[in-house]
C-alpha cells in the first residue's frame, strides 16, 4: 500500500477528525487520528495491518512474536502477527508502568517486533520496549517498532528503527504555546493513556 491508500483507509472510515485535540503525550494537536473508527471494521483493519506484516517481512524476515501496548496496540498488534505467522502478546499497565502479564512470556532466541497503531512522540514504544528488556533471554531481541501511522512526520524517538506504513507530519503544540484559532476551540482529550487498570 502506499502512503496515500493508507490515509485513504482512515479518510473514508471518518478517523481522520479537525478540531482542537489533547494527544496521550499532552501535547495539543488539530489533526486526530481516532483509530477507532478504522479498527471498528475487520476488513480494512486486515488490509492495513497485512500491508503493514508485508513491509516489515521484507525488512526483517520471519518474526516469531509481535508484542503490542494495550491498549490502543492490541487489535493493530494481534492483526499484523496473524498476517507474519507470528504469536500476538501485549503489555499492559500495572502501577503506571507497562508489564508483560497474564502469563505471557518471550521465548529464548525470539524474533521480537512492536506494534503500535500511531505514534506522536514514541513514548508507548519506549516504554514498552524498556518493559520487556528483564524478559529478553536465550538471545531473545526486538528488532524493530512498526506502526499503521508515524504522525511525527520521523522525528519520534522510539528507542531504536521504526517501520511505519505511512508517515505524516502533523503539528503538535505544548498546552501553553497554541496558536490563536487553536486556543479558541474548546479541547477534547480521545486518548486511551488515562484508563484506569
Do not use: W
Amino acid at each position: 500500500m502506499t502512503e496515500n491508500e493508507v490515509l485513504d483507509e482512515f479518510r473514508a472510515a471518518g478517523a481522520l477528525l479537525q478540531g482542537h485535540f489533547i494527544l496521550t503525550s499532552g501535547l495539543r494537536s488539530p489533526v486526530f487520528l481516532q483509530k477507532m473508527f478504522v479498527f471498528q471494521d475487520p476488513r480494512r483493519t486486515e488490509k492495513l495491518c497485512r500491508a503493514l506484516a508485508q513491509k516489515i517481512e521484507s525488512i526483517y524476515g520471519k518474526i516469531d512474536i509481535v508484542v503490542a501496548p494495550a491498549v490502543g496496540g492490541i487489535v493493530p498488534g494481534y492483526e499484523t502477527a496473524r498476517h507474519l505467522g507470528a504469536k500476538a502478546i501485549f503489555v499492559e499497565r500495572e502501577n503506571g508502568k507497562f508489564a508483560l502479564r497474564r502469563g505471557f512470556q518471550i521465548d529464548p532466541g525470539a524474533k521480537v517486533i512492536i506494534v503500535e497503531d500511531i505514534i506522536t512522540t514514541g513514548l508507548s514504544l519506549r516504554e514498552t520496549l524498556e518493559s520487556l528488556q528483564e524478559h529478553l533471554t536465550g538471545g531473545a531481541k526486538i528488532v524493530t517498532a512498526a506502526c499503521l501511522i508515524d504522525r511525527s512526520g520521523g522525528k519520534a524517538d522510539v528507542g531504536g528503527p521504526l517501520v511505519a506504513l505511512a508517515t505524516m507530519d502533523i503539528p503538535t503544540y505544548s498546552p501553553d504555546a497554541l496558536p490563536p484559532d487553536l486556543a479558541a476551540m474548546p479541547a477534547i482529550k480521545p486518548g486511551s493513556r488515562g484508563l484506569k487498570a
